[in-house]
């Protein structure tokens, strides 16, 4: 289904949730409204009733006393009637109020799954076009010794790229399915982060990765995923950073907490923003021209580990430019 289609299906159930609303708020009014006809009807006709059975002349305190009963009846049940309706009105409210925020909620899961679907499709497609096209040029062509050793650093970088991306579909779906067994062992963060820098150096020899790294950084956790998390903060990083611009890695140790912070120079997270990209397939900008790679799982993924390790993760502005993703962890 296209985007286009899917707002026409928006439409047209946001149409009918307002039609049937309005309607539902009318038949509640033409309720009150006939309820309170016939209460005063029905206080005409014992006020009539009563003026023929008791004479006010008479008896005048107890015609006095009867009108006062019959007047005090009408009164009960209008506010009875009233606040029915103003009960009726709030639930009617509140019910529409929670089906509304739930189906559009809906509509945005469907969107953010289908916007994923075609992001995977396109990064699981890219780099095995690339590993084909190289391994025919290599088949087909004798090429020299510097030139295989390229195209086999070029294959190499896209089967590292999709082994990651399907790490990354596999744990968050063991994580959200809870088929993944989190172990909790001692371990050292100084030299996991300086592992992965260092892999992350290998890989992309054109960009600069900086790093301030404490020793003896000892943590708590799943070195698997902790390893997961660290790389998809330097990945995404690296992705949205100009590739003359660092990327730093800092950890540091502050009393009875550990700092992990990822520093880039890109183009920045607005406040509004900060928040939803936690969010699982979530992803800023315009899906229809975006130019980045991506699935919107890298960034729900270190949310989700720092929180199944009792950690804390933000992202604040780095001044002049870019963003500062830190993880606090409590030793």
Known sequence: ??????????RRATILYWTLLIYIVAALVWWFISLESQNKDMKHLKIGQFRSAVDSISAPVMFNTGLQKINNDYKKNKTKYIGEGIIFLLVIG???MLVYRYVRRQFNVQQQQQNFMMAVTHELKTPISVVMLNLETIQKYSLDTERQKKLMGVMLRETSRLDFLTNNILVASQLDGGGYKLSKEELDLSDLLKDCVGDFRSRFPERVFKSEIQQGADVKGDALLLQMMINNLLANAAKY????APVSAILRKENDLVKLQIIDEGPGIPDDEKKKVFKKFYRIGNEAIRKTQGTGLGLYL?????RDHNADILVTNNVPVGSIFTVIFET
Not at 241 to 244: D, G, L
Not at 302 to 306: T, V
Request: with cysteine; hydrophobic share 30%; aromatic share 0%.
């Open 1 to 10: 289904m296209s985007k286009k289609d899917v707002r026409k299906k928006l």
């Open 94 to 96: 509140v019910g529409a």
């Open 241 to 244: 950073s100009p590739k003359e």
């Open 302 to 306: 270190c949310s989700k580990i720092a």
